[in-house]
């Protein structure tokens, strides 16, 4: 039950509170008395419906570990911007969360109160919730030139203790050369390369699922630099599977490069972080020419978070990238 009055005497002030009351109604926010914990299952079979495995298991984890904890007995109604803040500031206080962590978090909450809202059961929407300025910016590692020039001279790996050709080491050497994500180098075919052009067209995530890619920016094209098209030249005539590297999984991915690292001496950089690396190479480059390249938004501060098509630039782009990757291939 709820009361609508007004201030006003007579007929005035009561139609302004059945005005009230008809705005209350037609705004729909509900009296559901669940809590957050009894409704945050049928936010996730939302999500599941509309995203993809990769999205929806890291929504669910950080619900589990920081959501629910501190505001799965809340009712929506009650829902506020304290509330959500306490979310993010207890989980930076128990284990020192990361900057990105606490972001993708805060990211989540926002999404489950539009949810809310869509639903009718508030008409709450977070305004000021803040991520601490003492979280850290997880550090990338990157390759080193030495490490670069080791990756181009030397093909072999080691399998069950005996030294063999890596079977993926174009995929290792493209990936440097291009900065792909590693589930874009996976879902690479040869029908997404035309001419000197490559044109990214779907990325396969850590459960084996085709996506079209991280954000509304992974699909984009780009110039072949003259070292990346020899790279891609010789893999394809050893392709076969209808992907061009043949990649079965991010996991064997990861071991096998960790093994060629190992075998190689180069120390441990993860697969994501040869993307890190290119990005930091191509520094000396125009910044709106690298966004391009990798696939940021224009408002993403590429070079301060890693180190579409600009018709007519392309071939100037792919020229800069070449000769910087030639003059660390070269001891420059």
């Known amino acids: 039950r709820k009361t609508f009055t007004s201030a006003k005497p007579g007929r005035t002030g009561q139609r302004e509170a059945n005005a009230k009351a008809d705005a209350w109604l037609e705004n729909g926010v509900g009296t559901d008395r669940a809590t957050l914990s009894k409704i945050f299952p049928d936010f996730l079979e939302d999500l599941k419906l509309r995203t993809s495995q990769s999205n929806w298991r890291g929504v669910e984890q950080r619900w589990r570990s920081w959501g629910e904890p501190v505001i799965g007995g809340i009712r929506p109604g009650a829902l506020s911007d304290f509330h959500l803040q306490r979310v993010i500031t207890q989980a930076y206080a128990q284990k020192?969360?990361?900057?990105?962590?606490?972001?993708?978090?805060?990211?989540?909450?926002?999404?489950?109160?539009?949810?809310?809202?869509?639903?009718?059961?508030?008409?709450?929407?977070?305004?000021?919730?803040?991520?601490?300025?003492?979280?850290?910016?997880?550090?990338?590692?990157?390759?080193?030139?030495?490490?670069?020039?080791?990756?181009?001279?030397?093909?072999?790996?080691?399998?069950?203790?005996?030294?063999?050709?890596?079977?993926?080491?174009?995929?290792?050497?493209?990936?440097?050369?291009?900065?792909?994500?590693?589930?874009?180098?996976?879902?690479?075919?040869?029908?997404?390369?035309?001419?000197?052009?490559?044109?990214?067209?779907r990325s396969i995530n850590e459960y084996g699922e085709i996506t079209s890619g991280k954000n509304e920016n992974a699909r984009r094209s780009f110039n072949l630099t003259p070292t990346a098209k020899t790279v891609l030249e010789a893999q394809l005539k050893e392709k076969k599977s209808i992907y061009i590297f043949g990649i079965e999984s991010h996991s064997l991915y990861r071991r096998r490069w960790d093994a060629y690292c190992r075998a190689n001496g180069i120390p441990h950089v993860t697969p994501y972080e040869m993307r890190h690396t290119f990005v930091?190479?191509?520094?000396?480059?125009?910044?709106?020419?690298?966004?391009?390249?990798?696939g940021h938004s224009r408002s993403m501060d590429s070079f301060g978070v890693y180190g579409h098509n600009f018709g007519g630039m392309d071939g100037q782009i792919a020229s800069g990238v070449e000769a910087i990757f030639q003059d660390i291939l070269k001891g420059g």
């Open 96 to 201: 020192k969360l990361s900057k990105k962590t606490l972001m993708n978090i805060r990211a989540d909450l926002f999404s489950f109160s539009k949810y809310l809202r869509a639903r009718k059961l508030t008409s709450y929407r977070p305004e000021r919730v803040t991520i601490p300025h003492s979280a850290a910016v997880g550090v990338r590692t990157i390759l080193q030139p030495e490490h670069i020039i080791t990756l181009f001279s030397s093909e072999m790996t080691t399998w069950h203790g005996k030294p063999v050709r890596d079977p993926f080491i174009n995929a290792y050497r493209f990936q440097l050369l291009t900065g792909l994500r590693p589930g874009e180098l996976m879902g690479l075919m040869p029908t997404d390369i035309v001419g000197d052009r490559v044109i990214l067209q």
């Open 280 to 294: 930091s190479a191509l520094q000396g480059l125009p910044e709106g020419w690298v966004k391009a390249l990798v």
